[in-house]
């Protein structure tokens, strides 16, 4: 009998379009005999919209954008009948509201099991300090950053570029706290530019992150599992801008990936070894793609974990899983079996404490 499979796309975050990409990739990657593959869209405005089940892949991003159907109950209610709720949910949301420990905590307060990171590593992963100071409390080390709100530039401004002048050096490359897919990031070379990209950040969240810029290579890994997860074969990002930013990710193609990534035995050691270590202090579930800084002098220095890497063909994790021998429907497969896993683990905690 068909499991019925919640797709979950789109969502508020103004990482909407890469969602809808990675759905759409998805729905080419899902084993139609064994699921049942039920797609629900979230609209820009936070609109829950459940279309009929899928008879296969979806073509275009276009099809996947549900229209509203009056005569039918929103999709929220849908979700709460117990007739309609999927058997288990596949989030494919990214950057706020989606992969940030919100949608997840939804899906706890149903009930269901869902793919992924749950509420404490979902939200603790997507806030880029937090992230860091769980790292630095298990000693993995990092570039130097200074962070600080909106309110606190407003109000002290010269102050923190004092800082940032003074604890870093340029280049620096300035984030969003709270964003993924390169959303809202500018490389500072200069005073100037770094009051732009200060200001240009803030447009997509309180918090801001200013990072020291290095000279290094670019690696990432990823993480497969729940209490004993393992890594993918290594890759490397060799990109054509002056960063890996959002266009070099999704749109034009220009980056060259190493799969696998040119590194000695050591490094490659090292690397795993810090990709678990941060998986396991976030308490990750399921997968996670975890990036790293590897110097001229073979030094490691871990930069970010994504607890929901995109899917899209370009993406590295479905290519670093393939490469190491875990085929893109295998992958799916997999992650969904570890979600089922998980959450018959909570089943056995719920029973105990009845």
Same mark, same amino acid.
């Given at each position: ?11 508020? @975050? ?6 809808? /990409?990675?759905? =759409?990739?998805?729905?080419?990657? $899902? ?36 229209? =509203? ?12 009948? !117990? ?13 706020? !509201? ?10 706890? #307060?149903?009930n269901i099991p869902y793919v992924g990171n749950g509420v404490l590593a979902s939200s603790a992963g997507m806030d880029k300090v937090v992230m860091k100071q769980l ?5 993995? %080390?990092?570039?130097?950053? #200074?962070?600080? $709100? =909106? ?11 004092? %800082? ?17 897919? @390169? ?33 290094? =290579?670019?690696?990432? #890994? @990823? ?8 890594? /993918?074969?290594?890759?490397? $990002? ?28 050591? #490094? ?35 930069? &970010? ?24 429907? &295998?992958?799916? !497969? ?10 018959? &683990? %909570? ?8």
């Amino acid at each position: 009998m068909k499991r019925k499979l919640g797709l979950v796309y789109g969502g508020k @975050s103004a990482e909407h379009e890469v969602s809808l /990409s990675t759905a =759409r990739a998805v729905t080419h990657a $899902i084993d139609y005999r064994k699921y049942e593959v039920i797609p629900v869209y979230i609209t820009y405005e936070g609109e829950w919209r459940k279309g009929e089940a899928l008879a296969g892949p979806a073509e275009t991003i276009e099809e996947l954008r549900l229209t =509203r159907d009056e005569s039918k109950p929103d999709s929220i209610q849908d979700f709460l009948n !117990n007739n309609g709720t999927p058997d288990i949910i596949l989030p494919l949301l990214h950057g706020t !509201n989606g992969e940030d420990g919100t949608v997840q905590g939804f899906f706890e #307060v149903m009930n269901i099991p869902y793919v992924g990171n749950g509420v404490l590593a979902s939200s603790a992963g997507m806030d880029k300090v937090v992230m860091k100071q769980l790292f630095a409390h298990v000693g993995l %080390k990092q570039v130097p950053y #200074v962070h600080f $709100i =909106r309110t606190q530039w407003q109000k002290d401004r010269q102050l923190l570029i004092d %800082k940032m002048e003074q604890e870093l050096s340029f280049p620096m490359f300035v984030k969003p706290a709270n964003l993924g897919s @390169s959303v809202g990031i500018s490389k500072a070379v200069d005073h100037d530019s770094l009051i732009k990209a200060v200001d240009f950040a803030l447009k997509f969240d309180r918090k801001i992150i200013v990072e020291q810029g290095i000279t290094a =290579r670019e690696v990432e #890994v @990823s993480v497969l599992g729940n209490d004993e997860p393992s890594c /993918s074969v290594l890759g490397e $990002i060799k990109p054509v801008a002056a960063f890996y930013d959002y266009e070099a990710k999704y749109q034009d193609g220009s980056t060259e990936l190493l799969i696998p990534a040119p590194v000695t035995d050591d #490094v490659e050691k090292t690397l795993k070894e810090m990709a678990i270590r941060a998986f396991k202090v976030l308490d990750c579930a399921g997968l996670v793609r975890a990036d790293f800084f590897v110097t001229e002098q073979n030094e490691v220095l871990i930069n &970010e974990v994504n607890t929901m890497p995109g899917f899209t063909p370009t993406s590295m994790f479905p290519l670093l899983w393939q490469h190491s021998g875990l085929s893109y429907p &295998e992958l799916i !497969n997999r992650l969904i079996e570890l979600a089922i896993e998980r959450h018959e &683990e %909570k089943k056995k905690i719920q029973y105990t404490m009845d």
